[in-house]
């Protein structure tokens, strides 16, 4: 128990570590090659977060037992969006209302609506074909679902590419290359190689801890890893999105969650629907869904004021509280 308790925590902290070091040279190539803060955002900065919960799924299926691998990968799958949606976004309106109180910034969150706009529709699009076309069992439709999510992700990045945005704010000094004021495109992506590789190694520990800590337990490991795979992996990257909102960078913040989703709802499930059976209980679909009413809710939000969009933002948190509930009745059932 202890050392599947040390495997789980060296794993995580492994993937928190190449997460902080990935993100952080995507920011410095964003910024090298002058890119936006749309594209910063929803793309570098937004793939750079939600590459830990891609990976981690990956080397759940590929190389753990069928069965219980199986499941750790797709809860990872369908946790990642819910909690960005029912966590992560509530999280940045949260701050602003507490940051407002505390009268330290204004209370409307001034996001580039149309970005996030962007965001929404198209995580809703490729998330309700996951969640309602996915589920039947004709290999050749998911293979087909699967080429059409990946094409659509790459149709969304060369949207936000072409987008009109603000060109994003300063980034902080590269982690290896702290005294250079202005260090090479190489040693960026050097950095960025080398975070994935302790991606890797961190989620296959990870996994593991992971994997036999929920049998330990007796806990169902695809309700296990939706709970607590994407609140280890997700939340902690989300202090970014927490300091920009309280340094006035909203687009970066939200842009960074609203990116994530699309990638989340994309290139991740493209992996499920092929590599698993992609059988949905009703625990995970009902995560889905909420996930799918808690991102329509902040797409109406934003059709308001900027300070009306900060509540609405924040809304998604009931969903989350009314799973935690279900999810416990489930365990004690």
Do not use: C
Request: charged share 15%; no cysteine.
């Amino acid at each position: 128990m202890v050392i599947d308790f040390f495997l789980f925590l060296l794993g995580l902290t492994l993937i928190l570590v190449s997460g902080e070091l990935f993100t952080n040279a995507v920011e410095a190539i964003g910024d090298k090659l002058n890119l936006s803060k749309n594209a910063t955002g929803s793309i570098l900065a937004a793939v750079g977060t939600a590459l830990p919960e891609t990976i981690l799924p990956i080397i759940a299926v590929l190389f753990f037992d069928e069965a219980s691998g199986e499941d750790i990968g797709v809860g990872a799958i369908l946790g990642a969006p819910f909690m960005l949606s029912t966590l992560a976004f509530p999280l940045v309106g949260l701050t602003v209302i507490l940051a407002y109180l505390a009268k330290k910034r204004d209370l409307a969150l001034k996001v580039e609506e149309v970005g996030l706009r962007r965001d929404l529709i198209f995580f809703l699009f490729a998330y309700s074909i996951a969640l309602f076309i996915v589920p039947f069992e004709n290999h050749l439709l998911r293979v087909f679902t699967a080429i059409f999510l990946l094409s659509l992700y790459v149709f969304y990045v060369l949207i936000t590419l072409r987008s009109e945005s603000e060109e994003v704010e300063g980034v902080e000094k590269l982690y290896f290359a702290p005294k250079s004021k202005n260090p090479g495109l190489g040693i960026m992506v050097f950095q960025l190689v080398f975070a994935l590789g302790l991606m890797i190694a961190g989620a296959h520990a990870f996994v593991e801890g992971l994997q036999k800590i929920s049998i330990q337990f007796g806990l169902s490991p695809l309700l296990f890893s939706l709970l607590v795979a994407p609140i280890a992996t997700e939340l902690p990257e989300k202090v970014n999105s927490v300091l920009w909102v309280l340094r006035g960078k909203d687009s970066l913040a939200v842009g960074n969650i609203s990116g994530a989703m699309v990638f989340q709802s994309s290139i991740p499930v493209s992996f499920g629907v092929v590599f698993t059976q992609w059988k949905l209980d009703q625990l995970a679909m009902i995560s889905g869904i909420f996930a799918i009413i808690a991102s329509f809710l902040v797409l109406a939000f934003s059709y308001t004021n900027k300070r009306i969009l900060t509540f609405g933002i924040t809304s998604g948190i009931v969903f989350y509280l009314i799973y935690l509930v279900l999810a416990i009745k489930n365990i004690k059932g």
